[in-house]
């Protein structure tokens, strides 16, 4: 056996996207996140801490036949900043893409505080400006600190 083979954990994939060096211990909000609870069928596997040059410990996704959203990127970068995202077709990496953390947020997150106007069935998108300690919404000014994958609208 190769040290190639003995190291491959998960099986590549023929089409989809790779979230590479996840967060140890994040995978499970990755798929909250991208709204995936395996009710809408979709093939996904999972690697969770395994070892990693870059960070120690990572998480891997791979989800089949599907592509991320901007703000689904956007919602991902801020609970794992290393992340990869690699886009895979007919096996081969052709699109590879570091998470950035983006000044905003729309839509995915709901705000916390039930008085505030984003959560009145209003026609208003919710919307989070990143700040350093984590996400304030645009509307009541309330600030979600951690367990961002909490305040998930989908899910
Ligand atoms: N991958 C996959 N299926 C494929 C191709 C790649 O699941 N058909 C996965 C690999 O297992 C790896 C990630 O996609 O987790 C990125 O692949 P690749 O760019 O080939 O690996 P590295 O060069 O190690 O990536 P990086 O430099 O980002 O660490
Ligand atoms: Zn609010």
Redesign the pocket.
């Known amino acids: 056996m190769s040290d190639t083979d003995k190291q ?1 954990r ?1 099986s ?3 089409n989809g996207t ?1 979230i ?2 996840v967060t140890g211990g994040q995978a499970l909000n990755v798929l909250a996140i991208l709204g995936i609870d395996g009710a809408g069928g979709e093939s996904v596997s999972i690697g969770m801490n395994v070892p990693s040059d870059r960070l120690g410990r990572k998480d ?1 996704v ?1 989800v089949e036949d599907r592509e991320l959203s901007q703000s689904e990127v956007d919602v991902l970068s801020l609970i794992a900043p290393e992340a ?1 995202i ?1 886009i ?1 077709r007919d ?3 052709v699109e ?1 893409l570091r998470v950035e953390r983006p000044e905003r947020v729309t839509g995915l997150l709901t705000c916390p505080n039930r008085n505030c106007i984003s959560n009145a069935n209003e026609p208003v998108d919710s919307r989070f400006d990143v700040v350093d300690d984590g996400v304030r919404c645009g509307y009541c000014g309330t600030i979600v600190r951690d367990d961002i994958a909490d305040h998930l609208s989908v899910s």
């Open positions: 491959l998960v590549k994939i023929r790779v590479d060096h891997v791979k990869t690699n895979v096996y081969e990496v590879k």
